[in-house]
């Protein structure tokens, strides 16, 4: 089964002026702002030490695909956009996520970490990893239960 777009993440300098253009001006609704996002689990997964970050989640009223605006506010010392997060990328839907990371290592991408247990913005359990293309995009895969 081929991977579904899930959502787009773009990094941002400044969250309010962002929220104006997405929000205000092109009329995508807030779905949810986690403020302070920070951990283990969260810098494991992007590959980056003291990862943390302001994110909100827009969405087009008639559109089920997420827009994900990053703030990132760490490492501290690391400039914009930071670290090896890089400055955009996808997040998509498989069917078998672990599968699709042995499949990826077996064809030399190496994912920023093993698969991950986390819950998204509307609270449901997910599994998820991490990888860059060659280009430097970074590509989030998530297995979303049935």
Known sequence: MPARMHHV???I????RSLQL???ILGMET???LNGVHGKRISTLLGMADFSADMLFLKHPSQKILLELVRQTGPAGASTPRGVAGGFGISLTVPDLDA???ELIQ???RPLSEPLDMIDPSGAAIRLFCFHTDEGMMVELIQQPD
């Not at 300098?13 to 309010?16: A, L, N, R, V």
């Open 9 to 11: 993440s773009l990094f």
């Open 13 to 16: 300098k400044d969250m309010e």
């Open 22 to 24: 997405f929000n205000h």
């Open 31 to 33: 779905v949810k702002r």
């Open 100 to 102: 699709v990371h042995a």
């Open 107 to 109: 064809a030399g991408w």
